[in-house]
């Protein structure tokens, strides 16, 4: 299926209207004074310190929403800024030549969450700044949920650093763990799941890795 | 079923095993309701051209259908089948084996088609017992108004169509404005902070390369 060009564009402003409108308009309206008192200073802080703000104050407008009291809303919401804020500076301490995009710093701060260590993702800015170079925030995503389905942190890493590196359509990334779960729901240990995954989207293994070659080079969605 | 072969069957089911990797009986099995599904698709009306179709939708009701709404709307529509006792217990041991073999979460959630910039991402939950279903996440700025889903005919399989820029999201459902229900089928669900999960989503264009 295929809109219109104006029709994907008019629906995709208004989308974006919606959600820039609501965020920013809204977090006065919304989240009242009690929370507003709450939060600002963290807000504050984090726009002083380049940190993701956007992403604190949709924390916000969520903890409203669900009608959290605003006490619990500062208290998770300053957790959440203290994430970002360690998360950032180790990634600006590994990468200082490298910019950071806010959706970044959030993939990484919910892959450390997963028990992921900071240091390890080097390897996919290298491998990205090799090549023409996209956002990371799908590969790190995907990177944070195979280390919680159980994949050995290293396994992870070099599987999305080759990811990166090779190119691999993100639509196809973005797969990689449903493919894992089918994998493992079927019987598969952990090592060989992703092994049929990668297979199963045409993924040539990363080097060093055994198994058998696909028979394309992953550029291309399957069928 | 020996264990054998239901994993086997489940490997043909996942796109793992060649037909000719099934032993005879499964094959057989097989070819019988592949032949049941061709009659049945034979009562189905020939198409609208779909460029005529696609700009009459597009006027009408906005994005046209994709695929899956059309395969969906396939299952969901009543119609007369004329079944002998045989196939007919032969399509119920079929239905039943793939519903026990069947691994959870085996693909990703949401069907996503690739507009340009955005990426009109399909939602569904199945809720038959809801009297309305909502959409909310941060790509609505947790409004809780969110986007309404629809209910297919009244199926109660709810369904929104959201064009939505490529990114990682985080979004639930509200069931008839109370419930926060995160989506069973999503990528994975994460701790919100407040005591609930949210779902997570990636979207993603087809264009975009890691």
């Keep these: 299926m295929r809109l219109a060009p104006f029709g994907a564009a008019a629906a995709l402003a208004l989308v974006q209207a919606l959600a820039v409108s609501a965020q920013v308009g809204d977090l006065a309206a919304r989240a009242g004074p009690e929370t507003l008192a709450a939060v600002q200073g963290i807000l504050d802080e984090a ?154 989207l045409n993924i040539p293994d990363p080097p060093g890795r055994g198994g058998n070659p696909p028979s394309g080079r992953g550029r291309r969605p399957p069928g | 079923m020996k264990r054998e072969d239901a994993d086997r069957l489940d490997g043909f089911l996942g796109g793992e095993v060649p ?72 399509a119920v041991a079929a239905g039943a084996a793939v519903f026990a073999l069947w691994p959870a979460q085996r693909e990703s959630p949401a069907v996503t088609v690739d507009v340009g910039e955005a990426v009109v991402t399909r939602f569904v939950l199945v809720a038959p017992e809801a009297g309305s279903v909502r959409l909310t996440g941060d790509f609505a700025a947790w409004n809780r108004e969110g986007i309404e889903l629809e209910d297919l005919r009244g199926t109660g399989v709810w369904v929104a169509d959201v064009p939505l820029p490529p990114g990682v999201y985080q979004y639930t459902f509200i069931v008839d404005d109370s419930e926060w229900r995160p989506d069973p089928t999503a990528l994975s669900q994460v701790d919100d902070g407040f005591g609930q999960v949210n779902s997570v989503i990636i979207v993603s264009s087809s264009e975009s390369e890691a």
């Design chain 1, 47 to 200: 726009a002083g310190d380049s940190l993701p703000v956007r992403a604190l104050e949709s924390k916000v407008l969520e903890g409203v929403a669900k009608n959290v009291p605003p006490e619990r809303i500062g208290q998770v919401v300053a957790r959440l800024a203290g994430e970002l804020r360690a998360v950032r500076a180790a990634l600006r301490e590994a990468l200082p030549d490298q910019p950071l995009l806010d959706g970044e710093v959030v993939a990484v701060a919910t892959a450390a969450r997963q028990g992921l260590d900071v240091e390890t993702v080097r390897p996919l800015w290298v491998s990205r700044s090799e090549g023409e170079g996209g956002s990371l925030e799908v590969p790190l995503t995907v990177l944070g949920e195979l280390v919680r389905r159980g994949v050995p942190v290293p396994d992870a890493v070099s599987l999305m650093t080759h990811v990166v590196a090779t190119s691999v359509p993100l639509p196809v990334a973005a797969q990689i763990p449903g493919k894992f779960d089918g994998a493992v729901g079927s019987g598969a240990s952990p090592a060989a799941a992703l092994g049929q995954a990668l297979r199963n």
């Design chain 2, 19 to 90: 037909l000719e990797g099934l032993p005879e009986p499964l094959r057989r099995d097989e070819a019988r309701l592949r032949e049941l599904l061709g009659t049945l698709r034979e009562d189905l009306p020939a198409p609208a051209p779909a460029a005529l179709r696609a700009r009459v939708l597009l006027a009408v009701t906005g994005p046209a259908p994709s695929p899956w709404r059309e395969l969906l709307g396939w299952w969901v529509r009543p119609r007369t089948i004329r079944l002998s006792p045989a196939v007919g217990a032969l």
